[in-house]
């Protein structure tokens, strides 16, 4: 069997993070969680006190990036993650990230299968070649409704309305900005979670991960 390369996309709280996580296990995979890039090097900005639209900073800081400022447990903080989607869109940035990105997925550790990579645009732009692409989706209102528990059980106070209205408003800039937009690869398997468990949603994915490889297995 070729080493695997497993592309997933999808918007924010869809659970790709999840099922990446789980497929890493199950296959025993590196895994890049690619949102971490842009999270680094938002806090970066904000604890340099940079200004979020000065893109040198941006790209100074994205080019000094090591793998051990993803390991920063401030970078899941909200504040975080808007400063993340107020650089995702520089093009220089998205650049400099890329090539980290496919460093990872070429140098996976030698006790590993593959990798599996998940994000904005990994199956379009980072590894167009990945044997398979999911991109895992689920209603605005479903995401939000996960995150309000997610919050609840951090012991976080929140208002759903308040939850759902951040949620659009970012699927909206990761959609429509100019450079990598969030859309599904053309051959991705579209997975979409609203009406699914966890479980179903990882046995799903197997079914597919596993058909793209016994092709490929029964064509050499
Ligand atoms: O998935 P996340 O919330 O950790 O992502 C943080 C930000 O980074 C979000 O605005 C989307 C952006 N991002 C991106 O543009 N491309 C990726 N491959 C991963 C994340």
Redesign the pocket.
Known sequence: MPSMMIAIDGP?GAGKGTLARRLAHIYHLAHL???????AVGLKMLEKGEDLADRQAAIRIAASLKAKDLKNSALRDEAV?NA??HI?PLKEVRDVLLAFQRNFAKNPPVNKQGVVLD????GRV?LPEALCKIYVTASPEVRAERRLKELHEKGIDSIYEAILEDIKI?DA??QTRQT?PLRPAKNAYILDTSEMGINEVVDKACVYIESQYSKVCKQS
């Open positions: 924010a969680d690619t949102g971490l890039l842009y999270r993650g993340a989607s995702a994000g904005r645009d990994i980072v970012r800039r990761d990598s």
